[in-house]
């Protein structure tokens, strides 16, 4: 017998109640905002200066608008818009509007307009003037490229309206594309940017008993205020590993990196990474992990570090340690 479904009329009470909450902590841009010129509606014109969009909100709420020709077009629409009448168009290489051009978000911390930032929440909606024929497509990208999710829609009436919605953080590029070549976008929403974290592996070890170790950070985990992140070092074969932590991988001791370590009796490996703090850890079969419990707070907000992992290995050479790749990390929220 299965169980009796809850009441209909508090399941959509609690959906609609969730939809205003969301709704009153979105950024919403219309396109319609003070300073922002829009240009005439007609593919294959020249963008004047005044109608080109690119970093104007990015000091504010930390999102950048491109496409081919390095921004976007803010055209006057009509009526037929969600909030009448501007919109945005993709352009060319030659600096003219063409709607069938990519368009590309990309977030950042408003703070500091450097450095990488993601959201929650995004959504885009077409114009209304649907064609009957054709498509969009809205593709969201992680920090370090990786593709979160996408939706296609056909280009129908009342208007193409494109949401991507995720349970985890993490949306840093928006890619919006369209098949039919008409396609002006408006009411751009997202929720408020956090600061990216990071965590990316680069360089390569040298093998030892059980191959090259690999440095990583655990499923799921990054370096986030207030949270504990985790980093695993495989190939731990006699138990011990050394986690070096420092803040360049240019330099350590004054010596440059990447450091061969042949005199040490380590022929093959290099130290990548500034050995500021060296921290022994004991393995779990052939994997141990380093952990950092992160405070709150705002002070570690943005910091880079850089890790290395050192295996011990008595087997493998004259020194008894192998070295893995090397990542570098940076603090977020």
Do not use: K
Not at 53 to 69: K, W
Not at 82 to 106: F, H, M
Request: hydrophobic share 45%.
């Amino acid at each position: 017998m299965q169980p009796a479904m809850p009441p209909l009329l508090p399941r959509v009470a609690s959906f609609v109640l969730l939809l205003a909450a969301l709704s009153a902590q979105t950024n919403l841009i219309t396109f319609q905002e003070p300073g922002l010129v829009a240009m005439s509606n007609g593919s294959g014109q020249i963008v004047p200066a005044a109608a080109r969009l690119s970093t104007q909100f990015l000091a504010t709420l930390g999102i950048t608008f491109s496409s081919t020709g390095g921004f976007v077009a803010v055209v006057n629409h009509g009526g037929a818009t969600p909030s009448v009448p501007n919109v945005i168009g993709g352009t060319d290489a030659a600096g003219t509007l063409r709607y069938i051009q990519p368009i590309t978000l990309r977030f950042f911390d408003p703070a500091a307009p450097t450095q990488p930032a993601t959201t929650d929440w995004f959504r885009v909606r077409g114009d209304l003037s649907p064609l009957n024929s054709g498509t969009g497509t809205v593709q969201a990208y992680a920090v370090d490229g990786t593709l979160l999710g996408s939706q296609t829609l056909p280009d129908v009436a009342p208007g193409m309206v494109f949401t991507l919605a995720f349970a985890a953080p993490g949306i840093h590029r928006v890619v919006i594309t369209e098949t039919s070549g008409t396609v002006g976008w408006d009411n751009v929403e997202f929720l408020p940017v956090r600061r990216a974290a990071a965590y990316a592996s680069f360089g390569t070890g040298c093998a030892g008993s059980l191959g090259v170790p690999v440095l990583t950070n655990s499923a799921g985990s990054l370096p986030l205020q207030g949270a504990t992140f985790t980093a695993t070092i495989s190939g731990a074969g006699a138990g011990l590993a050394l986690m070096a932590t420092g803040l360049s991988d240019t330099q350590s001791g004054g010596l440059p990196l990447p450091l061969p370590l042949a005199a040490i009796g380590m022929p093959g490996c290099n130290l990548l990474v500034e050995a500021l703090q060296l921290d022994a850890v004991a393995a779990a079969g052939t994997t141990v992990a380093w952990s950092w419990p992160l405070p709150s707070g705002s002070a570690l907000l943005g910091l880079r570090f850089f890790q290395q992992g050192f295996v011990f290995d008595p087997a493998a050479n004259a020194f008894g340690f192998v070295a893995s790749n090397a990542a570098a990390a940076t603090i977020g929220s």
